[in-house]
C-alpha cells in the first residue's frame, strides 16, 4: 500500500468525521465533486450532510464555521487555494483569533488553505502565508512536510480548541507518498529534526524540508553533515528543538518558500540569535523566495523559489565563513 | 416578496398586546436612561472609548429583544442597548463594560458596545461592520445540524453597513442555507455623517430581500407598535422554517454617531420630518392614550429605571479595573501548551 | 426595473444588422477555434496551468467586444475569449500568453487568463472573483473626474462570482456613482461544480439589479441576436449616462470548469434544456436561414479562422520563454531606487 | 504658529490637491464631515468634487483607487481605522501591490491607515499592520514619527509611482506637534538617527520613536549613550543606516509596537545578524506588545505595549551584557 499526502489529508478528515460528530466540511465544491484537488472525495457521500457545498463566499464561510465553533462544532474549511483566504482575512484574524482572548469562548476551526508553489501556479495560486497569519495572536499555524504528519497533524488541528491555519503544500500533494498512516506521532508544537549533521542547522518547513534534504544530499557528497530542523508548526514554533541542534552544529540556515520580508526565516534567526546567540560560530543566513508575486512560468519560477541548488549554494556559504 | 408595513393590524388578545407593549417600553426607558446616563459619565470623563447611543431607535432595538426567546441568538450592534437588555444582558454587564470594571463579561480586555455573553445567546461584536452576520448563521447552521428545532437568530445593522461585502455574503448565504436568520437593519439615514444617497441607490434597503430571494419589510422605526409587529412576525416566520426575513426600519438617530459627534451634519429637514419623531415619546402618548398607564406610572417606572442605571454605575465605578499582574492576560490561546513565551 | 427580453425586437438597418451579426459570429468562430486549439495543446502537454474555456457562452461574451468602443474599459473573465478578441485582443497576444512566450503581454510572469493590456483598456485580471469590478468603476470614475465623456466599462462575471463580497461592494459603488458601468453575468447554471442552488435563491441574479436601484435585464446567452440587442442596449445606456447596467444571460458551459474537470456534475436535464443549445450552431442556422452565409462561406470562414489560430499558436511556440537571468524580473516595484536588494 | 501631526497630514493633503490635479482622496466620511480624525477638514469645500464619501465598503474603495490610478491619477485612500483594512486586503496585496510586476503598469495609491494605540482604543481600533504589508512585494511601506516625516512623506507617498501604505499614528494625531512644516526631507526609504549615542543602537520607528527617547533620557541618567534610530520607512527598510549604526555601537535593541511574530523587530534584527554579525558584541534583542488583542482597558493596554520604562529596562539588559 502507498498513500499520498493528498489521500492522507482526506482519510485525516474521514476520521474526524467518524470519530467526532461535531465535525463538518465547508468550503467550495467540497460535496458531491469532492474539492478542487479531491481532498474530500467521497466524503460527502459517507458522511451526508456533514460535507457542504459553499457559495463563492470566503468571509460569510469563515464566519459560518467561527459561529458554529461557538456552538460547539469543530468545522473544517476548505479555502480553495490559499490565495482566496485574503477574502476571509478579517473573520480569521479578528473575529477567529480574538475570540478566545475576548470572551473567554475558544473557537475551535481548522482552516486548511491549499499553499505553495507549482509549476503554472502564477501569483494567485501559489501563495504561503504563513507568516502572515502567524503574525497576528490567537492563531496555530501548521505547515507539514510529510504525508504522516499531514495525517496526524490535521487530526491534532480538528482537536486544537483554538483556530488552526493549516497550511497543506499542493506541490506535496501528489509527489510525496509514504507506506501507511501512522498511528503515533510528535504532538503539535514540536518540530523535528529529518536529518542529523554536525555541521550546519538548516531550518525549514512544508515543501522546502524536500529541497533542503535535497540540498543535504549533495553537500555531504562534499563531505558536509547537514541537519534538517523541519519546524512542522511555525506558531507555536519549537524554538528549543533549533537551539539545540545550532547548539551542536554552530551555524545556521533558515529557509523558507514565502517572501523574506517578516516570514518564517526572520523569527527564527531572530529567536536564535536573541536566546543562543553564543552558539553560533558564524553569521545566520535566510534564504526565501525573490520578493516579487510568484511567477507563472517554470523558467522564472524556479528562479524565484529556493531550491535544492539554491539552498546548497546558500548553505556552502555559511559553512565557508 | 418584499412587504410594505407600515400600520400593523393588530390582531389577538388586547391585553397580551398591552403587556407586551408595557414590557417593551419599559426596556426603551431601562436603555433610554441608561444610554444617557453614559453620556453624562461620557462627558464627566469616566468612560474610556466611544460611547454610541441608541437615541431614537429603543422602538425597534426592543422589538428584538422582546421577541427573542433563551435559546435564540442575537447579534447586536452599536445602538442595541434596549434590545440587549430586553434579550438578557443585565444593566451591570453594560455598566461594567464601559466603565472597565474587571469584572464584566469582558474582563477590560473589549470595551463598551463590544460586550457579549457568547455562550447565552449575545454575540460580542467586533468593530468590522457586516461580520457578524455570517456568525449568525454559523450559530444556526450548528444548531440545525445537531437537530436543535426552534430558534431563531437576528442580527442588526445599519443602513451604512449593508454596503459591506460581508453583509451580502452572509445573506445570501443565509438564504441559501434557509437558515432562520433575521437580518433588522436600522436605516437611520446616515453612516457617521454619510448621508444614505451616498450609501445606497435603491428606494429603500428593503429592495435587496428580493435579490435574496427572501421576504423583506419596511417598518416605521419610530412607532413601537408596528414594530413590535413586523419584526415579531418577521422572527415568528424564522422560527417557523421560513427561512431568512430582512427588515428595514426607517427612523432617525436622535444622537451623535458617537458622543464625541455633535452630529450637525444631520439636515434640520429630517428631524422636523415624521423619521425625526422620538419613539418614547410617541410610545409614552400611546400609552397614556391607550390608558394603559398614566403620568404618575410612567414617572414610576422611570424613577424605577434610574435606581437600576445609578444603582448598576455605582458598584460598577467602585469595582477594580483589571489588573495586568494579577491575572494571566496575555493569552490568546485557549490551549495552554500552545501558548509561545511572551516578549 | 427588471426587465426581461427574450428576443429582441430588431429595429434600424438591415444591413447594419447582418453586418454586426456577422461581424460578432466571426470572432465567435475564432474564439471557439482559439479555444478548442488551446484544449488540444492542454491535452499535449503544451499548456502550463489551467485552460478555461468560453465554449457555449461565446454569443454573450462576443456581444460585449462587439459593444465597446476603443476607449472603453473592459474587464474580461475566464470564459470571455470572444469579447476579448472582438474588442481589441490579438490572438497572438492570446497564444502568446497561453504557451509562456516571453513576448507575450505579460512576459512569463502571469499565464493564461490573467492576460491584459490595461493601457489598452483591457484590464488583467486577478484571479479573485469580483475583484475586477471595482477597478472598472475606478477607471470609469477616473475618466469622468478628468471630463472625459462617452466611454462605458464592461464587467464580466459568472454566477458563482456574484457571491462575493466584492460582487456587491462594487455594485453599489457603482450605483452610487452612476457609473457607466456594465456588469454582464453569465448565470451558466454552475460555479465549477456547484450548481446555483448552493449559490443564491432569487429566481434569478437579475433580481440583485432592483437592490443596487439599478435596471437590470435578462437574456438567452445562446441567442446571438437578443445578446447583441440586450448588451448592446445596456451599453447605450450606460453611454448615455443612464447609470449602471445589470445584464444576466441564462445559458449553460459546454465544456468542464476547465480543461482538466470532465464535468460529470451537469445535469443531463440541462445539457438536454434550451440552456444546453450551442450558440455557434444557432448562430450558423441563423446566418443561413437568413440567407446571410451559405455553407461554403462558412466554412471559408472557419478555414480562415483556423489559418489565423495556427499561424498564431505556431508562432509563440517558436518564441523563447523567459529567460531569468537575462531580464530583471525581480523587480515588484516601478521606482527603482526603492527597491531592495532581493535574496 | 505651531502644527500637528494630524494638521501636517491634512496640509500635505491640502498641498497634493492644490499641486497635483490627478490627486483626488476616497474615504469614509471624509467629504464635508472632514473624516473620522478631521484629516480632511475642509477639503472637500477647497477642492469639490476631489474629496468624496465613500460607502463602507473597504474592498471597492480600494478597487476603486487602483482603477483610477491605472487611468493615470493619484488617489488618495482613507481607512477610517487601519483596522478595516483587513477587509480592503485582498485589493491591497494582490490587486495594487502586484499590478507593476504583472502588467509593466504602476499603480500610484496612497491608502492611509491610522494606526497604532490609544489609551480605551481597544483591539480593533488599535492595530498597527506595517509587519502585513511589508510581507507583501509590490508596497511601499511608511511609518513617519515626526510631524515634519508626516507631511514630507505623506507628499512623497503621492508621488511615488507604486502603492504606499501610509501607516499614521493616532496616538501623535494631537500630542505631537512641531513649529512649522519642513521644506526639506530625507527621502523615503532613508532612516534617521533620532539621537546619537554610544553604547547602544536602539531602532524604532512610529510611535514607539518618542517612546525609546524618553528611554534614552532614562539611560542617559545612568550613564549610557543610546543611539536611537528611526526606521522612518520600513519597506523599504535602511539596513545601511542601521548597521552604520550597530557598527558604533556594537549593541542592537529593536522596539516595535506590533506583535513580536515576524514584525518590523524580527526583519531588523535578521538583517543585522544576517549582513553586520561581526560588528555586535551583545546579543540583540527586540521588544514588542505581547501577543494578544490590543486591550482596551488602560491598565491592560500600557502592560500591552512598549512604553519608555520597558523599553529602558530592555536596554539595560542589552547594555548590561
Ligand atoms: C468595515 C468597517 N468600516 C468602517 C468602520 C467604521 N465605522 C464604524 S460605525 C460606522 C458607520 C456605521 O453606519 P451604519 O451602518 O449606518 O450604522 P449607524 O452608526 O448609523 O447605526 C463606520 C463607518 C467599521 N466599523 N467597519
Ligand atoms: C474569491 C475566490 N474564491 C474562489 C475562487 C476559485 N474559483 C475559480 S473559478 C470558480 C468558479 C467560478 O464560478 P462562476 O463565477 O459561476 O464562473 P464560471 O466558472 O461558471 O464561468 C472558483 C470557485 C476564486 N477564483 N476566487
Ligand atoms: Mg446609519
Ligand atoms: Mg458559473
Known amino acids: ?264 526565516t526572520a523569527e527564527v534567526i531572530t529567536r536564535v540569535v536573541c536566546e543562543g546567540y553564543d552558539l553560533l560560530d558564524a553569521p545566520p543566513q535566510r534564504l526565501n523566495a525573490k520578493d516579487t508575486p510568484v511567477p507563472y512560468h517554470p523558467n522564472l519560477w524556479s528562479a524565484h523559489r529556493p531550491t535544492a541548488r539554491s539552498i546548497a549554494a546558500a548553505a556552502r556559504k555559511v559553512l565557508q565563513r | 416578496m418584499v412587504q410594505t408595513v407600515i400600520e400593523p393590524t393588530s390582531a389577538g388578545d388586547v391585553s397580551a398586546t398591552r403587556d407586551l407593549y408595557i414590557k417593551a417600553y419599559r426596556f426603551m426607558l431601562l436603555a433610554r436612561v441608561l444610554d444617557d446616563k453614559l453620556a453624562s459619565l461620557y462627558r464627566a470623563g469616566k468612560i474610556l472609548g466611544g460611547v454610541f447611543l441608541g437615541r431614537g431607535q429603543e422602538a425597534l432595538s426592543v422589538s428584538i429583544g422582546v421577541g427573542l426567546r433563551e435559546r435564540d441568538i442575537f447579534a447586536p450592534l452599536i445602538r442595541d442597548m434596549a434590545g440587549r437588555l430586553a434579550f438578557n444582558e443585565s444593566v451591570l454587564d453594560a455598566a461594567r463594560t464601559f466603565l472597565g470594571s474587571s469584572l464584566g463579561p469582558m474582563r477590560g480586555r473589549d470595551g463598551n458596545i463590544h460586550r457579549g455573553r457568547p455562550k447565552e445567546g449575545q454575540l460580542a461584536m467586533i468593530s468590522h461592520l457586516g461580520a457578524m452576520i455570517s456568525v449568525v448563521n454559523g450559530g444556526l447552521f450548528a444548531r440545525r445540524m445537531r437537530g436543535i428545532k426552534g430558534t431563531v437568530g437576528v442580527a442588526c445593522c445599519g443602513d451604512g453597513s449593508t454596503s459591506t461585502g460581508s453583509f451580502h455574503e452572509a445573506m445570501n448565504q443565509a438564504a441559501i442555507e434557509k437558515l432562520p436568520l433575521v437580518m433588522v437593519v436600522a436605516d437611520n439615514q446616515y453612516a457617521y455623517s454619510t448621508p444614505t444617497e451616498r450609501q445606497f441607490a435603491c428606494r429603500s434597503l428593503v429592495d435587496r430581500a428580493v435579490g435574496y430571494g427572501i421576504p423583506g419589510y419596511e417598518v416605521d422605526g419610530t412607532n413601537l407598535t408596528a414594530c413590535l409587529n413586523v419584526v415579531g412576525e418577521a422572527i415568528a416566520r424564522a422560527r417557523a422554517g421560513e427561512g431568512p426575513q430582512l427588515v428595514v426600519a426607517n427612523l432617525l438617530r436622535l444622537c451623535g454617531h458617537g458622543e464625541h459627534d455633535d452630529a450637525q451634519y444631520i439636515e434640520p429637514k429630517l428631524k422636523a420630518s415624521d423619521l425625526g419623531r422620538d419613539c418614547m415619546k410617541l410610545a409614552e402618548a400611546y400609552l397614556t392614550q391607550q390608558s394603559w398607564a398614566d403620568a404618575a406610572t410612567l414617572s414610576k417606572w422611570r424613577a424605577e429605571a434610574v435606581q437600576k442605571v445609578e444603582e448598576a454605575t455605582a458598584a460598577a465605578q467602585r469595582e477594580p479595573g483589571p489588573d495586568p499582574f494579577a491575572e494571566n492576560y496575555w493569552a490568546a490561546l485557549s490551549t495552554e501548551n500552545l501558548l509561545e513565551g511572551n516578549e
Open chain 1, 1 to 264: 500500500m502507498s498513500i499520498t499526502y493528498l489521500e492522507a489529508i482526506r482519510e485525516a478528515q474521514a476520521k474526524a468525521l467518524r470519530d467526532d460528530p461535531r465535525v463538518f466540511i465547508y468550503g467550495q465544491d467540497v460535496g458531491a465533486f469532492g474539492g478542487a484537488f479531491k481532498a474530500t472525495k467521497g466524503l460527502a457521500k459517507e458522511f451526508p450532510g456533514r460535507v457542504l457545498d459553499a457559495p463563492i463566499a470566503e468571509d460569510a464561510m469563515a464566519g459560518l464555521a467561527i459561529g458554529a465553533a461557538l456552538e460547539g462544532m469543530r468545522p473544517i474549511l476548505e479555502m480553495q487555494f490559499a490565495d482566496f483566504s485574503t477574502v476571509a482575512f478579517n473573520q480569521i484574524v479578528n473575529q477567529a483569533a480574538t475570540m478566545f482572548w475576548r470572551t473567554n469562548i475558544s473557537c475551535p476551526i481548522t482552516v486548511r488553505l491549499p499553499c505553495g508553489g507549482t509549476a503554472g501556479g502564477g501569483p494567485f495560486h501559489s501563495q504561503t502565508m504563513e507568516a502572515i497569519y502567524a503574525h497576528y495572536p490567537g492563531l496555530v499555524v501548521l505547515t507539514p512536510a510529510t504525508v504522516e504528519d499531514a495525517y496526524s497533524m490535521l487530526l491534532e488541528a480538528v482537536a486544537i480548541d483554538d483556530p488552526v491555519i493549516f497550511c497543506e503544500h499542493k506541490f506535496l500533494y501528489y509527489h510525496l507518498k509514504a507506506d501507511s498512516l501512522p498511528t503515533e506521532a510528535l504532538p503539535v508544537g514540536k518540530a523535528r529534526i529529518a536529518r542529523v549533521g554536525r555541521d550546519l542547522t538548516l531550518v525549514t518547513y512544508s515543501a522546502m524540508v524536500h529541497e533542503s534534504l535535497a540540498a543535504a544530499d549533495e553537500l555531504l557528497s562534499e563531505g558536509w553533515e547537514v541537519e534538517v530542523v523541519d519546524l512542522r508548526s511555525v506558531k507555536p514554533l519549537d524554538t528549543d528543538t533549533v537551539i539545540a541542534s545550532v547548539a551542536r552544529t554552530g551555524r545556521l540556515l533558515c529557509v523558507g518558500e514565502a517572501w523574506p520580508w517578516g516570514g518564517v
